[in-house]
T-cell receptor, first 113, second 114 residues
């Protein structure tokens, strides 16, 4: 069964460093999403992406964040200058159309020191 | 804006007993409702979804949920718990007008006792 994959599974970085989280969505899906979950808190929406552009973003998704689909298979989330409060589990999701189920990857646990 | 409240961050059930996880939502337009399950070190897996068809929705692993508009609820049940049901369960809502982003509840961790 096709699944969403994410790499790395864990990432430790120093405050102020750039990180790139990578996702490979399911191949025939057109809608892509990033969510995050700070330890002990709710899963929060960050951004949705369709047709090579952001379709919606949350207040969390400020200028430090960017997304890209560089090669038609990968979907990346970049944090330019990480802060301590960016430590969280980051989930990628994809869907075939906007009303269909979103399929989630296993997540990348990011720790900013 | 939509929101979801899950009552009880932890639920403990005996193997073979009823599992009941509560979810209440708030939405100004007709919602789509979802239950996801997360097993340790895995991603979120869809259990079931309500998208304005039948109000009683059956999902995988013997779970079902009933949409009750009057109570703004979408509680998840399973008649008989199995050890493999130990996981964290998330209720989520989306609406077409909001671009299909999912808004999640806080999650309920289920412990199954032998």
């Amino acid at each position: 069964e096709p699944e969403v994959t994410q790499t790395p599974s864990h990432q430790v970085t120093q405050m102020g460093q750039e990180v790139i989280l990578r996702c490979v969505p399911i191949s025939n899906h057109l809608y892509f999403y990033w969510y995050r979950q700070i330890l002990g808190q709710k899963v929060e929406f960050l951004v949705s992406f369709y047709n090579n552009e952001i379709s919606e973003k949350s207040e969390i998704f400020d200028d430090q964040f960017s997304v890209e689909r560089p090669d038609g298979s990968n979907f990346t989330l970049k944090i330019r200058s990480t802060k301590l409060e960016d430590s969280a589990m980051y989930f990628c999701a994809s869907g075939q159309d906007s009303q269909e189920t979103q399929y989630f990857g296993p997540g990348t646990r990011l720790l900013v020191l | 804006a939509q929101s979801v409240t899950q009552l009880g961050s932890h639920v403990s059930v005996s193997e073979g007993a009823l599992v009941l996880l509560r979810c209440n939502y708030s939405s100004s337009v007709p919602p789509y409702l979802f239950w996801y399950v997360q097993y340790p070190n895995q991603g979120l897996q869809l259990l079931l979804k309500y998208t304005s068809a039948a109000t009683l929705v059956k999902g995988i692993n013997g779970f079902e949920a009933e949409f009750k508009k009057s109570e703004t609820s979408f509680h998840l049940t399973k008649p008989s718990a199995h050890m493999s049901d130990a996981a964290e369960y998330f209720c989520a809502v989306s609406v077409r007008a909001a671009g299909n982003k999912l808004t999640f509840g806080g999650g309920t961790r289920v412990l199954v006792k032998p």
